[in-house]
């Protein structure tokens, strides 16, 4: 539509004109209103899982992995038979976290030890938090 057909009728067209354009202004100021929503709507729906994935992308990040799964053992054990043994015990976090972080051998029957680790108390406190969620 261009200005010479407004002018000819303008009754309706310039009417027409205003609907149309009110109509995208509407959409396109939903679409705007909606891009700058998402990136928030995005963060909020992750959050749950960001906050459950701390602890399995801890224990990625520190090569736990190499000797352990959740679900079998590999050379050490299961985090989720470690977590049965410990669960609701007094004092069970303080003392695996010494564990992980000093090493220990002989206490799942294998012949292999776990070597020390070397973690901040931050990410220990994650990781063996997460390790006793486990089921
Ligand atoms: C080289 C292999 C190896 C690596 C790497 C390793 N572990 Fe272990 N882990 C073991 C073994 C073997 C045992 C069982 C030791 C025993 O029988 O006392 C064990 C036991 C454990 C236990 C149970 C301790 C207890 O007191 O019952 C926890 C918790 C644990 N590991 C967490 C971790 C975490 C967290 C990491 C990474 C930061 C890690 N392990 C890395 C081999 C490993």
Known sequence: MNRASVARAPGIQVFDLLLICSNKTTKKGYAVKLVR??????ALSCLPALAADD????????NCLGCHAVDHKIVGPAYKDVAARYRGQKGAEAMLMQEVRAGTK?????PVAMPPQQISDT?????????????
Do not use: S
């Open 106 to 110: 002989g206490k799942w029957g294998g």
């Open 123 to 135: 990410d220990l406190k994650v990781i063996v938090q997460w390790i006793l969620a486990q089921k």
């Open 37 to 42: 929503l998402l990136p928030a709507l995005f």
């Open 55 to 62: 602890g399995a992308k801890l224990i990625a990040k520190y």
